[in-house]
């Protein structure tokens, strides 16, 4: 999950637990994706989470989303993912979008995003070209958990990204309809997170609409996503989010209808939205 992700690097920040390194793109198969976190997958066991002490505090995270016109002709706008490498113990071979943990030598979360964007895919940004998207925080049930912003940049001109080899795999560029085509039919795997801006950067024109739409968020203050995982009464995994009514009363609220929900649903290694952002 998040929707996340990973300098440990973090790619995405809080869906499926956050804090490794982030995501390239690669052929194969998303059947191949590694295990789930520690947390989901005691859940998927059946097991329920220790009930002692308090969650995990998060460690601070940067997530870069990098942008470029469509070059298909089409217009509307590209964004860059990364495949991590299929034999991680975390969200092995799931793509994501470049990014990492905040270190003490950053000093800030924008320098560990430029900082990140560069060790792993070469693109060279100054902090200034950031713009604040949204922040994603690890569910409480991972012993591991990331509190990460994600940014939007442009691509800059004469510059083009190239995967580091270990960690991950490869990366390309994918209009957000396409990345989320792709993860629907099974052919790559997306944490929650990384689905969820997707969803959000789908349909807009061309480069300069979606940094004028970071900047009305910025403007607006971005959202705050802290996914809470819920066992749903037919045995799969549901990521609730602020505004689904199971989200603050997990255990005594019944099971709201689909129209009414605000979640992630886990279908094999597929995640469903309900009540996502409009298209």
Do not use: C, K, M
């Given at each position: 999950m998040a929707s996340g992700a990973e300098?440990?690097?973090?790619?995405?920040?809080?869906?499926?637990?956050?804090?490794?390194?982030?995501?390239?793109?690669?052929g194969g198969s998303a059947a191949a994706a590694g295990p789930y976190p520690p947390g989901i997958a005691r859940l998927l066991a059946g097991e329920q989470p220790p009930a002692a002490g308090p969650p995990a505090a998060p460690r601070p995270a940067a997530t870069v989303v990098l942008v470029r016109e469509a070059v298909a002709g089409a217009g509307g706008i590209e964004v860059y993912l990364v495949q991590r490498a299929r034999g991680m113990k975390f969200l092995g071979g799931a793509h994501v979008f470049p990014g990492g943990r905040v270190e003490e030598r950053d000093g800030t979360p924008e320098r560990a995003a430029v900082r990140e964007l560069q060790e792993e895919t070469g693109v060279r940004l100054v902090p200034e070209?950031?713009?604040?998207?949204?922040?994603?925080?690890?569910?409480?049930?991972?012993?591991?958990?990331?509190?990460?912003?994600?940014?939007l940049a442009a691509l800059p001109a004469g510059q083009q990204p190239r995967p580091v080899e270990g960690e991950l795999v490869s990366g390309l560029w994918l209009a957000p309809a396409e990345a989320v085509a792709r993860a629907e039919r099974g052919a790559l795997v997306l944490a929650p997170p990384t689905l969820w801006t997707l969803l959000e950067l789908r349909g807009l024109p061309d480069v300069a609409a979606a940094l004028a739409r970071a900047r009305e968020r910025a403007a607006a203050g971005i959202e705050t996503f802290a996914p809470r995982a819920l066992l749903l009464p037919d045995g799969r995994?549901?990521?609730?989010?602020?505004?689904?009514?199971?989200?603050?009363?997990?255990?005594?609220?019944?099971e709201p209808p689909p129209?009414?929900?605000?979640?992630?649903?886990?279908?094999?290694?597929?995640?469903?939205?309900?009540g996502g952002p409009a298209a």
């Open positions: 300098a440990e690097r973090t790619g995405d920040g809080g869906g499926n637990s956050a804090g490794d390194r982030s995501e390239h793109a690669s070209a950031l713009l604040p998207w949204s922040r994603w925080i690890t569910p409480e049930v991972e012993p591991r958990r990331f509190d990460a912003l994600f940014y995994l549901a990521l609730t989010l602020a505004g689904d009514p199971a989200h603050d009363e997990p255990v005594a609220a019944p129209a009414r929900q605000r979640r992630f649903i886990l279908d094999g290694q597929r995640w469903i939205v309900r």
